[in-house]
């Protein structure tokens, strides 16, 4: 497995495995596919994204991404995570790889707290993030998605 920062080049690949997650449903907050653009500036090139990473299978396809950035809310300090791992993969050691780089990333970045939202019906989201060492700080009970669905939210803090 290859770890390394994301590029522009990226986002199809990125766009393409959160677009398949978004499709199945369950396990993150976006609920309408993204585009390219979107993902690029989001994850890689916005003044806000402080580090991306991507996991590639040894032959180059991509396993997962996971992106660090400083968004409005957020105490000075803070970052949030957002971690995308292909279904067929996860539990592979692509999250616990791409962790280990971001931790690294945000120390150098001067990042004190790594702030992870994840919905509350989320099972292996909130796994993932409990198992890197994450603690709760916060939950909204009454987070609905656009269709009305009430699953709230769990607000996780891993202080590095």
Sequence with gaps: MIIRPATPADAPAMTALQ????AIGGTTAYQRPRHEDEVREDYITAP???YCHVALD???????????GRWPGLPAGWADIGTFVTPARQRSGAGAALFAATAAAARAAGIATINATIRADN???LGYYARRGFIIY????DWALDDGRVVG???KRFDL
Aim: zero cysteines.
């Design 48 to 50: 806000e994204a402080v």
């Design 123 to 125: 099972v292996p989201g």
């Design 19 to 22: 677009n398949e997650i978004i």
């Design 58 to 68: 040894d032959d180059g396809t991509l396993l997962g991404f996971q992106a660090l």
């Design 153 to 155: 939210r769990v607000s």
């Design 138 to 141: 916060a939950t909204d009970p």
